[in-house]
C-alpha cells in the first residue's frame, strides 16, 4: 500500500494564522499541538515565485517558497516534509525554518518503513516541533502522520 505526503507542520496557531494568506491553504490538526498543511497543486501555484532555487534534496518545494518558510518561521519554527512509500520501502525528506532562516536540514533519506534505527527526516523535525513518542512508537506515529496515506485525506480532514 502506497503513503505519500507533501506538507507544512508547525505549531497548530502559526499554521492556521499562515494559511489564512496563501488561496486554497487549509490546516488539519495533529496531536501534540502540531498542525499540517497539504501541499495542493493550489497552494504550490500561489507560493511559488517562478524561481527555481530549492534546498538540496526537495524534488517539490516551489521556487522561492523557502522566503515564505523564513517568514512564517518568525512566529515559531515549520517544517516542510515529503514522504513516499509503496511496499515499506520508499524515502523521506524534511527540513526546518526558525526564526528566519533554514535551521535544520534538509535530510534526504531512503528509509524502509519501521525498520530504522536511527530517526526519519521527519520524525527529526517533529522533535525539534516538541513532538515526544511513548515506547514502541516514532514522532511520525505519535502526532498522528499515519493517520491518512496522502494528501487527499489530510486535505478532507483540513478546515
Avoid: C
Wanted: proline share 8%.
Amino acid at each position: 500500500m502506497a503513503y505519500e505526503l507533501r506538507a507544512m507542520i508547525a505549531g497548530d496557531a502559526p499554521l492556521r494564522s499562515a494559511a489564512q494568506h496563501v488561496p486554497g491553504a487549509r490546516a488539519a490538526t495533529l496531536a501534540q499541538g502540531l498542525a499540517l498543511k497539504p501541499m495542493t497543486d493550489e497552494v504550490f501555484d500561489a507560493v511559488t515565485d517562478g524561481g527555481s532555487t530549492e534546498p538540496p534534496g526537495f524534488r517539490l518545494l516551489p521556487g522561492g517558497f523557502e522566503k515564505t518558510l523564513a517568514e512564517w518561521s518568525a512566529a515559531g519554527p515549520v517544517a516542510d516534509v515529503e514522504a513516499e512509500y509503496f511496499g515499506g520501502v520508499g524515502r523521506q525528506r524534511a527540513a526546518l525554518w526558525a526564526d528566519g532562516p533554514l535551521a535544520a536540514g534538509p535530510w534526504d533519506k531512503p528509509r524502509k518503513l519501521r525498520l530504522f534505527r536511527t530517526p526519519s527526516p521527519i520524525s527529526h523535525v517533529l522533535r525539534r516541533l516538541g513532538a515526544a513518542s511513548g515506547l514502541g512508537e516514532d514522532e511520525f506515529a505519535a502526532v498522528g502522520l499515519d493517520r491518512h496515506r496522502n494528501n487527499d485525506g489530510w486535505i478532507s480532514a483540513s478546515s
